[in-house]
């Protein structure tokens, strides 16, 4: 079945760095453009980044641009997000989420929604 | 960025009851909004994609309305499974913004 399993959370202090990992199965990964999307706790959600199926375009939200960076490996069928410079305010669970549209060009709506990894950036 | 907002923040319904929710966005989405839905703990459920568009496997008592910059998702005769935050989603622009959600509370 269609599946994305995140990994890689954790707490860290502030000015800190972490990577995460999204496991994908069920699915040709490498025809999807991939999100990472995160939720404060207790808040709504927030997308903070996408990468097109094949990685050659990128977009991230103001929040996190400059510190996190996409990335895939579609031999692998894994999605990456490393995050530096880490802030309080990046405290909260990150999912991974695939885009609904084929080989598309730009971000579409997030179909598939992995179970989430938290992170806490706290001293 | 496009802002997003939802009304009313939270209702209070009972079961077999008709439910609206709705969605402006601060300037035209045209029809590129979509619908979640998220039970406490777990990951967002997509609904409704496109402003009308049942995903597969949803319930039909689901739908989805509007188009540029008012929508409506109605739940046709609320169910217990029901009772959940529903949250709005443009994905007309970067970047593809939420509405604060809508808590759907038992009467």
């Known amino acids: 079945q269609v599946q994305l399993v995140e990994s890689g959370g954790g707490v860290v202090q502030p000015g800190g760095s972490l990577r995460l990992s999204c496991a994908a199965s069920?699915?040709?990964?490498?025809?999807?453009?991939m999100h990472w999307v995160r939720q404060a706790p207790g808040k709504g959600l927030e997308w903070v980044a996408f990468?097109?199926?094949?990685?050659?375009?990128?977009y991230y939200a103001d929040s996190v641009n400059g510190r996190f960076t996409i990335s895939r490996d579609n031999s692998k069928n894994t999605l990456y997000l490393q995050m530096n410079s880490l802030k309080t305010e990046d405290t909260a669970v990150y999912y991974c989420?695939?885009?609904?549209?084929?080989?598309?060009?730009?971000?579409?709506?997030?179909?598939?929604w992995g179970q989430g990894t938290m992170v806490t950036v706290s001293s | 960025d496009i802002q997003m907002s939802q009304s009313p923040t939270s209702l209070s319904a009972s079961v077999g009851d008709r439910v609206t929710i709705t969605c402006r966005a601060s300037?035209?989405?045209?029809?590129?909004l979509n619908w979640y839905q998220q039970k406490p703990g777990k990951a967002p459920k997509l609904l409704i994609y496109a402003a009308s568009n049942l995903q597969g496997g949803v319930p039909s008592r689901f739908s989805g309305s509007g188009s540029g910059t008012d929508f409506t998702l109605t739940i046709r005769s609320l169910q217990t499974e029901d009772f959940a935050t529903y949250y709005c989603?443009?994905?007309?622009?970067?970047?593809?913004?939420f509405g604060q959600g809508t808590k759907v509370e038992i009467k």
């Open positions: 989603q443009q994905s007309y622009s970067n970047p593809g913004t």
């Open positions: 989420a695939k885009d609904f549209a084929l080989c598309g060009n730009n971000p579409d709506a997030f179909d598939i």
């Open positions: 069920g699915f040709t990964f490498s025809s999807y453009g």
């Open positions: 990468t097109r199926y094949d990685g050659s375009n990128k």
């Open positions: 300037r035209s989405v045209s029809s590129y």
